[in-house]
T-cell receptor, first 112, second 112 residues
Framework: QQQVKQSPQSLIVQKGGISIINCAYE??????FPWYQQFPGKGPALLIA?????SEKKEGRFTISFNKSAKQFSLHIMDSQPGDSATYFC???????????FGAGTTVTVRA | KAGVTQTPRYLIKTRGQQVTLSCSPI?????VSWYQQTPGQGLQFLFE???????NKGNFPGRFSGRQFSNSRSEMNVSTLELGDSALYLC???????????FGPGTRLTVL
């Protein structure tokens, strides 16, 4: 079963708008939460990552918000651009065996 | 520094055959993980190798196997191919087991 639940499955946003993708987990043994971006025909590329002792991390137009008590984290893409159109995966890494569990992915389409 | 390379990029096989996929990690990276990506199941962990030893294994049948060489290059093998094995097989490398994983472009396997 999916250890990391990701929503929505897809979203469409206008250029300049904000894209928000949410993830939730149950296993408290996760200690590292990366987000990957994947374009068609390519492998996933690391976008941004956060550890549970930090509530927010920002890199350029991409921000992760982390709520440890709720076991939820989200990716915000500010000022969305057509080049951001891709599939985004959240993931969680187990602290003991370092295995990454991935969410199901969110396909983001940015309309010009 | 060159990224993770995977060969071949595309492969077509028939049921019952076997296949070997190759992965060359980023120079200096010692950990290699393999994932299967399908539209229905998303990204699923196959196994992880570090120092030529399998450290983790996902929930896949014994037809899926792998190995790692002394130069950290890795191969995975699938025997007695089934139609359901059609997928994108991704390799990811990291400096050490607990470090960020960087993905290759994948090998697209089609089983007819």
């Amino acid at each position: 079963q999916q250890q990391v639940k990701q929503s929505p499955q897809s979203l469409i946003v206008q250029k300049g708008g904000i894209s928000i993708i949410n993830c939730a987990y149950e296993n408290t043994a996760f200690d590292y939460f990366p987000w990957y971006q994947q374009f068609p025909g390519k492998g996933p590329a690391l976008l941004i990552a956060i550890r549970p002792d930090v509530s927010e991390k920002k890199e350029g137009r991409f921000t992760i918000s982390f709520n440890k008590s709720a076991k939820q984290f989200s990716l915000h893409i500010m000022d969305s651009q057509p080049g951001d159109s891709a599939t985004y995966f959240c993931a969680a890494r187990h602290l003991n065996d370092y295995k990454l569990s991935f969410g199901a992915g969110t396909t983001v389409t940015v309309r010009a | 520094k060159a990224g993770v390379t995977q060969t071949p990029r595309y492969l077509i096989k028939t049921r019952g055959q076997q296949v070997t996929l190759s992965c060359s990690p980023i120079s200096g990276h010692r950990s290699v993980s393999w994932y299967q990506q399908t539209p229905g199941q998303g990204l699923q962990f196959l196994f992880e190798y570090f120092s030529e030893t399998q450290r983790n294994k996902g929930n896949f049948p014994g037809r899926f196997s792998g190995r790692q060489f002394s130069n950290s290059r890795s191969e995975m093998n699938v025997s007695t191919l089934e139609l359901g094995d059609s997928a994108l097989y991704l390799c990811a490398s990291s400096l050490d087991r607990a470090d960020t994983q960087y993905f290759g472009p994948g090998t697209r396997l089609t089983v007819l």
